[in-house]
């Protein structure tokens, strides 16, 4: 019973993502279990998940799942805000281990962290429009105010790496205005991908405004649910990461090891069944 529990412990942890923004989510695991190995998926064949049907990205997010199984990971964490909405519930039915979604842990710290109950949320057209984070909001507090903007160019941005310039800067400014009007004093960044534009959006926020980024909350999140089931590794030294794509994207190598702050040695391409 041991051996078996020591070796659950140093199964990786699995993380799928449509596409390359969910290496923030992985960035930040990785800093804060830095013996865990981890395993990502990124579906850059069929980006982004936004676009696509409740029923398409559930069962894309099905398949994701199957292939970190395969693997055998101890926990899953869905590093994509559109399937960590509507995806979760039905990939906890199918298999026992840990499934942990983007949106809840970063509802749970901006209700934490607000002094004047009034909350901002920016991601994608479709993140937004789903309302998931006011639902997941709203499970924890009823008394919060809720401020929710669509910031879509802030993904292409990010992909170029334009995250500091003149652009960023008018492009935030345009977008987070009506925020800053309302006086929010926390921020949630809704997108995988807006990490990496955190300094812009401090900057125009000011400092008086918290940002959540719902990546590091994850990471806390998954670090408090490998303790809670014993289930951290034992491991001493340093975990290796494994990196698995549909297909590579133009530009693939630049921007993942931008959003990733680190050089990816290899990446496996792969075809889910």
Known sequence: MENISKRIKNLPIGIFDSGIGGLTVAKSIFNLLPNEKVIYLGDTARLPYGTKSKETVILYSIECLKFLLKK???LIVVACNTASSVAVPFLKKITKIPILGVIAPGAKAAVQKTKNKKIGVIGTVRTIKSMSYIKEIRKIST?????????????????????????????????????????IDTLILGCTHYPVLKKTIAKVMGKNVILIDSGEETAKEVKSLLEKQNLLTNRKTKGTH???VTDFPSNFKDISERFLGKKIRKVEKIKLQ
Not at 160 to 171: H, V
């Open 143 to 183: 008394d919060v105010k809720i401020y929710s903007q669509p910031c879509s160019l802030f993904v292409q941005l990010a992909e170029d790496g334009w995250t500091d310039n003149k652009i960023a800067i008018l492009t935030a400014e345009t977008y987070l205005n009506t925020l800053k009007k309302e006086k």
């Open 72 to 74: 055998k990971v101890k």
């Open 242 to 244: 494994k990196f698995y």
